[in-house]
């Protein structure tokens, strides 16, 4: 199923994306993730004929659904939601990246259940806006994090990804997005291999930008509001 005005939404963003990149003085490609949460497997489809390439999902059981539903479509799948423990035995494996790693015990628990032979891509999120609702690992526990989810040789560390606070003030967005970039430049200095910067969605994607993004997650201005 294609969309044409999807189409023209996206030109919208990419023309956005490429002035707020010359801007910030970036020139890195933007991965735009099509998060297709609370919408039908139509939305998998219409993101893929738009070229699209990656689409995310917040919750494991629909996203299976749909990865059903949708079965032959070119896409890659991205979980970008919390991940409990008991549901990782249903996620291991059947994503390209895991967005919300955020403790020890749940990387440990996802590379148990990784298929033999397989590696896990995985993102670490870090709480950079400092509310206690959102998950993420604390700033200053990152290091340790990032230490013990590398001896896990199952996982393959990719970066970091943060959601910043719900504010329409561009100060307040930034802040966290220009935190979690210096703490991924601070832990590449150490020798972490944490090139990606997952942040950035429908309402501050712009910022995000021009913070670094290398990956923004994009549902209601793509597809419009959830059903």
């Known amino acids: 199923m294609s969309d044409p005005a999807l189409a023209d939404r996206l030109e919208e963003i990419r023309a956005v994306v490429a002035t707020r990149q010359q801007a910030g003085g970036w020139t890195h490609p933007v991965r735009i993730v099509a998060v297709t949460k609370g919408h ?19 919750r494991v059981q629909e996203a299976l659904t749909k990865q059903v539903e949708s079965a032959g479509v070119p896409i890659a799948w991205h979980l970008i939601g919390s991940l409990q423990t008991n549901k990782v035995r249903l996620a291991a494996g059947r994503f390209e990246m895991i967005h919300s790693i955020d403790r020890l015990g749940l990387a440990a ?11 896990q891509q995985v993102l670490v999120q870090v709480n950079c806006s400092g509310e206690v609702q959102k998950g993420g690992v604390r700033p200053a526990d990152l290091a340790s994090l ?4 590398r001896a896990l040789s199952s996982l393959e560390l990719r970066g970091l990804m943060t959601m910043a606070e719900f504010s329409e003030d561009e100060r307040v967005q930034r802040a966290a997005f220009g935190q979690l970039r210096a ?16 942040m950035g969605m429908s309402g501050d994607y712009g910022a995000a930008v021009e913070e670094g993004a290398t990956m923004l997650r994009l549902g209601s201005i793509l597809f419009g509001s959830r059903q």
Not at 146 to 149: A, E, K, S, T, V
């Open 109 to 119: 628990e996802v590379a148990r259940r990784v298929p033999a032979g397989a590696r």
């Open 183 to 198: 703490l991924r430049d601070a832990m590449r200095r150490d020798g972490h291999p944490v090139a990606e910067l997952s």
């Open 40 to 58: 039908g497997a139509w939305a998998v489809t219409a993101a893929a004929a738009a070229g699209l390439e990656t689409v995310g999902e917040n």
């Open 146 to 149: 990032l230490d013990g989810i």
